[in-house]
């Protein structure tokens, strides 16, 4: 799992932000696309491609992509 690969997966789950536009330091949080909603999309898409779970606490705890990333291979 690297990094690079985490942002193509989550950008998939987006409706209008280009992958392009995200790096590790986005804060994920102030995208367009950004909903509770979203946030279940993406614990779904983690427990489907990365066998692992994460949580709502997870995300409130994370501010970068970055941040989000390192919460996910810590599991």
Not at 19 to 40: G, H, N, V, Y
Not at 53 to 73: G, M
């Amino acid at each position: 799992m690297d990094i690079n690969d985490f942002i193509e997966k989550f950008t998939a789950c987006l409706n209008h932000s280009p992958a392009s536009a995200l790096l590790p330091e986005t804060e994920f949080r102030k995208l367009e696309d950004w909903s509770s909603i979203f946030a279940l999309i993406v614990i779904a898409m983690v427990d489907s491609d990365y066998n692992k779970v994460l949580s709502s606490e997870d995300i409130k705890n994370s501010k970068t992509l970055s941040d989000l990333f390192n919460v996910i291979e810590s599991k």
